[in-house]
């Protein structure tokens, strides 16, 4: 690793900020700092990432650049347990699939948009 790499910060775009900084903090639990005025930077769990194949349309402006754009899978160790808490705070979600790299749903953003929860079965870097 290049030495003076401290960690990563994801960047996650949003139609309603407000409301889903709320469900990050209140509903999901992670901690946070506030940069100023209500802009809250998220503590993570410990992450991995996987590069995968893409299609040429996954390029975002932003700082005058054109970035690579992410995709957001939670990580958790009993998928079913995950869901069953985000049906107590009414959290939509798709229903629980199957796949060859784990057990996953898609939640729902107060937002409107949506995030990956997954139970992985392939080996975890963390």
Known sequence: MINGITGAHWLMYSNDTEADRVFFRDVVGFPAVDAGEGWLIFV?????????????????????????????????????????????????HAPIAEAQWGQYTIVQLPSGGEIGLYQPTHPRAV
């Not at 996954?58 to 160790?77: P, S």
């Open 44 to 92: 993570l769990p410990p992450s991995e990432m996987g590069v995968h194949p893409g299609d040429g349309k996954f390029m975002l402006g932003h700082a005058d650049h054109n970035l690579t754009r992410a995709v957001l899978y939670l990580m958790c160790d009993d998928v079913r347990a995950v869901v069953k808490s985000l049906e107590a705070r009414n959290v939509p």
